[in-house]
């Protein structure tokens, strides 16, 4: 529920919500943020043009809650409300996400087969050179076999940070395992979904505050799909 990307027009003073971190005496830490993205691409996947996708943040010792939303210019484009419960410690992770998305059922509708959430698992390590993150749908929109069994759609995702030409630059591919239709409708069991890398520069507007602008481009070997997005984050 990662989710990427762009769609620039107007429209600032909307995302008057640049970052903000609260600390606490107990070391809670808070943030809110917000992306303005000229697509919304994720996972290979095309989801919806020009986007504003905010998000919050809570965390304690480890422990976090986030909400993260994607909302479209556009009447046609898909909303979307995520909300992630995760752990981490070092470079390891683990968490479950809720994606919700709007084009069919209500947000309250849960029955097995009558529901637009779906239920993620992750578990994942970031080794500095590189992170390794495995997903599984684990309820809800699990995803479907060509047979209509569940096929619990999993997406093993590899990113390696690097610094080049004075940018901050993201490589990274992902891909689906086995069959199922949750990635790019595949039905062919393993497939290679994304394969994209991101450059990321800091925009110094003052002193204190900097804008991160940052560009990537995108490729979908399984569906011969390609994008380039472009992005700010406040």
Same mark, same amino acid.
């Given at each position: 529920?990662?989710?990427?990307?762009?769609?620039?027009?107007?429209?600032?003073?909307?995302?008057?919500?640049?970052?903000?971190?609260?600390?606490?005496?107990?070391?809670?830490?808070?943030?809110?943020?917000?992306?303005?993205? /000229?697509?919304?691409? @994720?996972?290979?996947?095309?989801?919806?043009?020009?986007?504003?996708?905010?998000?919050?943040?809570?965390?304690?010792?480890?422990?976090?809650?986030?909400?993260?939303? /994607?909302?479209?210019?556009?009447? /046609?484009?898909?909303?979307?409300?995520?909300?992630t419960?995760?752990?981490?410690?070092?470079?390891?992770?683990?968490?479950?996400?809720?994606?919700w998305?709007?084009?069919?059922?209500?947000?309250?509708?849960?029955?097995?087969?009558n529901?637009?959430?779906?239920?993620?698992?992750?578990?994942?390590?970031?080794?500095?050179?590189?992170?390794?993150?495995?997903?599984?749908?684990?309820?809800?929109?699990?995803g479907?076999?060509?047979?209509?069994?569940?096929?619990?759609?999993s997406?093993?995702a590899? *990113?390696?940070?690097?610094?080049?030409?004075?940018?901050? @630059?993201?490589?990274?591919?992902?891909?689906?395992?086995?069959?199922?239709?949750?990635?790019?409708g595949?039905?062919?069991?393993?497939?290679?979904?994304?394969?994209?890398? *991101?450059?990321?520069?800091?925009?110094?507007?003052?002193?204190? @505050?900097?804008?991160?602008?940052?560009?990537?481009?995108?490729?979908?070997?399984?569906?011969?799909?390609?994008?380039?997005?472009?992005?700010? /984050?406040?």
């Amino acid at each position: 529920m990662e989710r990427l990307l762009v769609k620039m027009t107007m429209m600032l003073s909307v995302v008057t919500a640049s970052s903000v971190s609260v600390y606490a005496q107990d070391k809670v830490e808070a943030k809110i943020a917000a992306d303005w993205v /000229s697509g919304y691409v @994720w996972r290979g996947q095309d989801l919806g043009n020009v986007s504003i996708q905010p998000s919050v943040s809570v965390g304690y010792k480890g422990l976090s809650l986030s909400a993260w939303g /994607s909302v479209g210019f556009e009447k /046609s484009d898909t909303k979307e409300f995520d909300l992630t419960l995760g752990y981490g410690i070092g470079g390891f992770s683990v968490s479950v996400t809720d994606y919700w998305f709007n084009n069919r059922e209500g947000y309250f509708h849960y029955g097995a087969h009558n529901t637009m959430h779906t239920f993620e698992a992750q578990i994942g390590y970031d080794f500095g050179f590189l992170s390794v993150n495995w997903y599984t749908n684990f309820a809800g929109n699990v995803g479907y076999t060509a047979e209509g069994n569940r096929a619990y759609a999993s997406y093993i995702a590899l *990113k390696a940070p690097f610094r080049l030409g004075g940018l901050n @630059w993201l490589a990274g591919v992902g891909a689906t395992p086995w069959e199922n239709d949750f990635y790019n409708g595949g039905k062919n069991g393993f497939a290679v979904c994304e394969i994209g890398v *991101k450059a990321t520069k800091e925009l110094r507007i003052t002193d204190s @505050w900097t804008l991160p602008i940052f560009a990537q481009a995108l490729w979908n070997p399984a569906t011969e799909g390609a994008y380039f997005v472009a992005g700010l /984050s406040f």
